[in-house]
């Protein structure tokens, strides 16, 4: 292998790890706000019961 095959293999690599990074990152933070949105349906739920009760 020369090495700029190296040099772009490498290239592609970074820009890969990059991508999974972002993509790791976008999921972690859909995670918290899905997982927040329902944290406010359970709480808006049960404050509806407690008014009900």
């Not at 190296?6 to 972690?28: C, G, P, T």
Request: avoid cysteine; glycine fraction near 4%.
């Amino acid at each position: 292998m020369n090495p700029t095959a190296n040099l772009i293999d490498f290239v592609s690599y970074r820009k890969r790890k990059h991508a999974q990074q972002r993509a790791r990152a976008m999921w972690e933070m859909y995670a918290r706000n899905a997982g927040y949105q329902a944290l406010q349906w359970v709480q808006a739920a049960q404050s509806a019961e407690t008014r009900h009760g």
